[in-house]
């Protein structure tokens, strides 16, 4: 079966910094375009970063600058450094597996909580 298990999310401060990371298994990540993307309460789930299986990168608006995303494919793992984070940053955050495949899936994470706090 595959599995996406996010860790290091937590409580941080408003300009702080968290680094939360993505394991995959089940699959062979290097041949997917890896991302978070992450959803507050009320509001849409929205793209943060993607690295693509090229290694090409993407940011959401609301955090470029602060935020960097990397991968290392020998480890079948992905990370986002959080820095700079603000309260608006408090989410759960989600890791996303996208093989850009007609007739294959992509898969998600289940979540791990980021909250950004005083």
């Known amino acids: 079966q595959v599995q996406l298990v996010e860790s290091g999310g937590g409580l941080a401060q408003p300009g702080g910094s968290l680094r939360v990371s993505c394991a995959a298994s089940?699959?062979?990540?290097?041949?997917?375009?890896m991302g978070w993307y992450r959803q507050a309460p009320g509001k849409e789930r929205e793209l943060v970063a993607v690295?693509?299986?090229?290694?090409?990168?993407n940011y959401g608006d609301s955090v470029k600058g602060r935020f960097t995303i990397s991968r290392d494919n020998a480890k079948n793992t992905v990370s986002l450094q959080m820095n700079s984070l603000k309260p608006e940053d408090t989410a759960v955050y989600y890791c996303?597996?996208?093989?850009?495949?007609?007739?294959?899936?992509?898969?998600w994470g289940q979540g791990t909580q980021v909250t950004v706090s005083s």
């Open positions: 690295i693509t299986s090229r290694g090409s990168i």
């Open positions: 089940g699959i062979v990540s290097r041949f997917y375009d």
């Open positions: 996303n597996a996208d093989p850009k495949e007609s007739g294959f899936r992509m898969f």
